[in-house]
């Protein structure tokens, strides 16, 4: 098979520390359901499902039926799959008969849930999303005891799965009274199923920064996206992590992700000529300049330009130039023979060096996520211990 011009390698050691620094945090009991939409966050679903299954994970949440069906190729028998997002009218037989639980956030959705369950004979399941002030997906007020006798009526074929909603922002404290707010609504939902005599199977509402940081929050599911990968949602809960356990600082999570590439080409600037495209860098002096095999199409931000590194022999090297669409140089006249074909990591550890996502979030103004689920599928994706 050819070679790509790059490869991400995942750390299946480094994903089994942090499943269970979560599992540890959010105590005994309490399910893990694993976020891999967006690709798993760049990562790679087919990969990422198998590791997360290793590291003890049975249950993962998509955005899309499409995401669903990835997942269902790659998972276990054993494993669920839920649809948190987009599941066309067309495809919910589809879901119906492989088992994949989705979320329904209005009440016209039910009868054509009843009408696939009848059709195929298998019961449905569902989680009812309710909307409580985040004002994205979620069942009204005013939908809901509709829903609940609707429910109760048809049990037989719809499996009340779970009751959820999503918070507007629980990586930042300065949000914390629209979270609580949020709960509050919550709990009102959860009352009304008490009442009527109808519950769901599983209450979940925390994602990645409420799991870690509201302890309150923590029902019978956590959805888990970031910190599975290693990131802290944000400083705010990384920094009342430390405060709560006293230290300095914590590596409890790891990033499972390395991207590398390799050297294509080495040449000798002279001094005064232009490198790459336009005039936005100009050589001072004689230099040596090395060129990678990748640029903005493969998921490396342009606005690295002239300013973003790279990892050569375990030093930092600057990259100089605009980023093109396939290929970007670097600048390695203080690194002694550097040769075609030597090993650069783009992202990740090198000897006693590291490049981390958020180095590029700084200088892109991107978020850690929005640079990971960018990076294209195409580029091959290897566990490593």
């Not at 991400?8 to 959010?26: D, G």
């Not at 298998?122 to 005013?142: F, L």
């Not at 090198?350 to 640079?371: A, R």
Request: charge should be positive.
């Amino acid at each position: 098979m050819v070679r790509h011009s790059s490869r991400i390698e995942l750390s299946q050691s480094s994903l089994t520390n942090n499943i269970n620094f979560i599992k540890k945090k959010v105590g005994e009991g309490v399910k893990i359901s694993s976020v891999v939409k967006a690709n798993a966050y760049g990562h790679g679903i087919r990969e990422f499902v198998k590791m997360a299954e290793k590291a003890g994970v049975s249950h993962f949440a998509t955005a899309s039926a499409f995401e669903a069906e990835e997942v269902l190729e790659a998972k276990s028998e054993s494993s669920d799959a839920m649809i948190m997002g987009i599941l066309y009218d067309e495809d919910i037989d589809w879901a119906v008969e492989n088992g994949i639980e989705f979320y329904v956030f209005n009440y016209e959705r039910l009868p054509l849930v009843l009408e696939s369950a009848q059709r195929l004979g298998k019961q449905a399941k569902v989680h009812i999303e309710v909307e409580t002030g985040a004002n994205r997906t979620g069942m009204t007020k005013s939908e809901f005891p509709a829903t609940l006798s609707f429910l109760k009526k048809h049990s037989k074929e719809i499996a009340f799965k779970g009751l959820c909603t999503h918070f507007g922002g629980a990586e930042n404290f300065s949000n914390q009274f629209k979270i609580d707010k949020q709960h509050e609504r919550y709990k009102n939902f959860l009352k009304q199923c008490k009442q009527k005599n109808i519950e769901p199977e599983i209450r979940h509402i925390a994602c990645s920064a409420a799991a870690l940081a509201y302890k309150d929050t923590v029902y019978d599911m956590v959805r888990i996206g970031v910190a599975q990968y290693g990131f802290w949602p944000s400083p705010d809960i990384y920094y009342a992590h430390l405060q709560k356990t006293g230290k300095q600082s914590d590596s409890a999570l790891k990033r499972i992700f390395t991207w590398k590439t390799d050297v294509m080409d080495v040449r000798d600037v002279e001094a005064g000529e232009f490198i790459g495209y336009g005039t936005s860098y100009q050589a001072s002096q004689d230099m040596k300049v090395a060129v990678m095999p990748l640029g903005y199409s493969n998921g490396y931000p342009r606005a690295q330009s002239n300013s973003g590194h790279v990892l050569i022999k375990g030093k930092k090297v600057q990259i100089v130039g605009l980023i093109n669409m396939n290929l970007f140089m670097v600048d390695v006249s203080n690194i002694p023979d550097v040769q075609v074909g030597d090993e650069v990591v783009l992202v990740g550890r090198q000897n006693n060096n590291t490049i981390n996502i958020s180095s590029f979030s700084q200088v892109t103004q991107l978020l850690n996520n929005e640079m990971l689920s960018r990076l294209p599928a195409a580029i091959p994706r290897r566990i490593t211990k």
